[in-house]
């Protein structure tokens, strides 16, 4: 069969089966999970893998699941990925009640893309044609939040890293992987749409913690030391370091306080914070960072708290690949009218995709179908062919063209490719150092 045989069948295999992959995006946006607690979304990966007769390893970094088309074989693997957690965004009308939980930033669908694109490599029957193998990731913990219950985590032993591709690169589940792909919901896009990914933000993630001394606030406020007052004086800081940001860099600072007191009627003894540091290079994080320690630490001495700081490795800036973003923009063309795929341009926010992407090459296009920002209560899916059904075809067509035969368009996109670190080993090493304290 030729390529574009090849194509047709599977794209009509995943169309066949469109209702059942629709229902599937719907199942899993009905329960919402937050990231390494994803144990119902991944049972549910579990069951529809079974339905396709896939082999599968479940129970990575806690709640990732990993399953492979073929059961054993050699030569070049490409990956499929699909984020299984969802955000916080208690005002979102499918959100969990208790826990604020949502699929408000479209990771079922990607959960949807992924699984769509292995029922139709698989039930088409043309894994005989490719060369290699391909993997389907369902993986925990993208978003980046709850720090202080993954810290506990970290602590427990029960996770290395933060950041669910960060702990599966970790644990050796991308050991086997030679090419990544996944896609993202494009914010405010109702129409059929692929904007082809180019580059991202990363950041280091942040703790803060200002202890003053309680006293009675209207009393003997003079009796105590206000740690509001010094989180407060903090961001103040942070907001006078603006303009020193170079706009090339991309950079964005956003602190929280999580905990602002104990009691209105108390000195405040206890306050603390969470803030990102994103900039579009590992450089500018890191110079940023320090600035922003600065300011941390300043608003601590003013006013005579104890403070500290605990710095976090987030995720890296994503890089894509140009050779393997050709390819799935060459095949967007052949599903949509050209002026329907578009370059996303560099994307101000940040994934752990930019942890696989700086280690093999990697894509990560974002797709239409949605209306509303991510993570507000206005994002809503318009067309689910659009934003599930047809990057499942996409991602089933590019794997297509990298494998076929001897698998020589794949051989030239990892020969393309420079990786930033030489081994796993040396960015596991670069990340382990990002982990700091600093106290005052």
Same mark, same amino acid.
């Not at 069951?47 to 896939?54: G, I, P, S, T, Y």
């Not at 956003?254 to 540091?277: A, C, F, L, Q, W």
């Not at 890089?319 to 063309?333: A, D, V």
């Given at each position: 069969?030729?390529?574009?045989?090849?194509?047709?069948?599977?794209?009509?295999?995943?169309?066949?089966?469109?209702?059942?992959?629709?229902?599937?995006?719907?199942?899993?946006?009905?329960?919402?999970?937050?990231?390494?607690?994803?144990?119902?979304?991944?049972?549910?990966?579990?069951?529809?893998?079974?339905?396709?007769?896939?082999?599968?390893?479940?129970?990575?970094?806690?709640?990732?699941?990993?399953?492979?088309?073929?059961?054993?074989?050699?030569?070049?693997?490409?990956?499929?990925?699909?984020?299984?957690? !969802?955000?916080?965004?208690?005002?979102?009308?499918?959100?969990?009640?208790?826990?604020?939980?949502?699929?408000?930033?479209?990771?079922?669908?990607?959960?949807?893309?992924?699984?769509?694109?292995?029922?139709?490599?698989?039930?088409?029957?043309?894994?005989?044609?490719?060369?290699?193998?391909?993997?389907?990731?369902?993986?925990?913990?993208?978003?980046?939040?709850?720090?202080?219950?993954?810290?506990?985590?970290?602590?427990?032993?029960?996770?290395?890293?933060?950041?669910?591709?960060?702990?599966?690169?970790?644990?050796?589940?991308?050991?086997?992987?030679?090419?990544?792909?996944?896609?993202?919901?494009?914010?405010?896009?109702?129409?059929?749409?692929?904007?082809?990914?180019?580059?991202?933000?990363?950041?280091?993630?942040?703790?803060?913690?200002? +202890? !003053?001394?309680?006293?009675?606030?209207?009393?003997?406020?003079?009796?105590?030391?206000?740690?509001?007052?010094?989180?407060?004086?903090?961001?103040?800081?942070?907001?006078?370091?603006?303009?020193?940001?170079?706009?090339?860099?991309?950079?964005?600072?956003?602190?929280?306080?999580?905990?602002?007191?104990?009691?209105?009627?108390?000195?405040?003894?206890?306050?603390?914070?969470?803030?990102?540091?994103?900039?579009?290079?590992?450089?500018?994080?890191?110079?940023?960072?320090?600035?922003?320690?600065?300011?941390?630490?300043?608003?601590?001495?003013?006013?005579?708290?104890?403070?500290?700081?605990?710095?976090?490795?987030?995720?890296?800036?994503?890089?894509?690949?140009?050779?393997?973003?050709?390819?799935?923009?060459?095949?967007?063309?052949?599903?949509?009218?050209?002026?329907?795929?578009?370059?996303?341009?560099?994307?101000?926010?940040?994934?752990?995709?930019?942890?696989?992407?700086?280690?093999?090459?990697?894509?990560?296009?974002?797709?239409?179908?949605?209306?509303?920002?991510?993570?507000?209560?206005?994002?809503?899916?318009?067309?689910?062919?659009?934003?599930?059904?047809?990057?499942?075809?996409?991602?089933?067509?590019?794997? +297509?063209?990298?494998?076929?035969?001897?698998?020589?368009?794949?051989?030239?996109?990892?020969?393309?490719?420079?990786?930033?670190?030489?081994?796993?080993?040396?960015?596991?090493?670069?990340?382990?150092?990002?982990?700091?304290?600093?106290?005052?």
């Amino acid at each position: 069969m030729t390529v574009d045989e090849l194509k047709s069948l599977v794209c009509k295999t995943i169309d066949d089966n469109a209702e059942k992959l629709i229902s599937f995006a719907k199942d899993i946006k009905s329960t919402p999970e937050l990231g390494f607690k994803e144990e119902k979304t991944a049972e549910k990966v579990c069951h529809f893998f079974q339905k396709l007769n896939l082999s599968y390893e479940n129970k990575l970094a806690l709640t990732g699941v990993k399953a492979k088309l073929k059961k054993n074989c050699e030569g070049v693997n490409v990956a499929i990925l699909g984020e299984l957690d !969802g955000v916080i965004c208690f005002d979102s009308l499918d959100a969990n009640k208790e826990t604020g939980a949502s699929h408000t930033c479209g990771h079922n669908l990607q959960i949807a893309t992924m699984v769509g694109a292995a029922l139709g490599l698989k039930l088409s029957g043309i894994e005989t044609h490719l060369s290699g193998n391909v993997s389907f990731m369902a993986v925990p913990a993208e978003e980046f939040i709850e720090i202080e219950y993954r810290q506990k985590l970290k602590e427990e032993g029960k996770i290395h890293f933060l950041a669910g591709k960060q702990e599966l690169i970790y644990i050796g589940a991308f050991d086997d992987v030679d090419i990544a792909m996944m896609m993202h919901s494009q914010k405010n896009s109702p129409k059929p749409t692929i904007a082809i990914g180019e580059t991202s933000n990363g950041f280091l993630g942040k703790t803060i913690q200002y +202890i !003053g001394k309680a006293a009675h606030a209207a009393e003997a406020p003079d009796k105590g030391v206000n740690a509001l007052n010094a989180a407060t004086l903090g961001i103040m800081g942070i907001n006078a370091l603006r303009e020193s940001f170079r706009d090339e860099d991309s950079i964005r600072v956003h602190p929280i306080i999580t905990k602002g007191g104990d009691t209105v009627n108390s000195v405040p003894s206890d306050v603390r914070m969470e803030s990102y540091v994103r900039a579009k290079n590992v450089d500018a994080m890191k110079s940023t960072n320090e600035k922003v320690d600065r300011a941390l630490l300043g608003g601590g001495f003013a006013m005579g708290t104890k403070t500290i700081i605990n710095t976090i490795p987030g995720h890296l800036p994503l890089k894509c690949s140009k050779p393997l973003n050709k390819i799935f923009e060459n095949n967007s063309k052949q599903l949509l009218p050209k002026d329907s795929v578009i370059g996303a341009g560099h994307f101000a926010a940040s994934t752990d995709m930019g942890d696989v992407s700086n280690l093999i090459p990697s894509i990560h296009p974002f797709v239409g179908g949605v209306s509303g920002a991510l993570h507000t209560k206005d994002f809503k899916v318009e067309d689910y062919n659009a934003a599930c059904i047809l990057p499942a075809k996409l991602m089933a067509m590019t794997v +297509i063209d990298l494998l076929y035969k001897d698998g020589k368009k794949a051989a030239e996109v990892i020969s393309d490719y420079k990786p930033t670190f030489e081994s796993k080993e040396e960015y596991i090493k670069f990340l382990e150092n990002c982990f700091e304290r600093k106290m005052q």
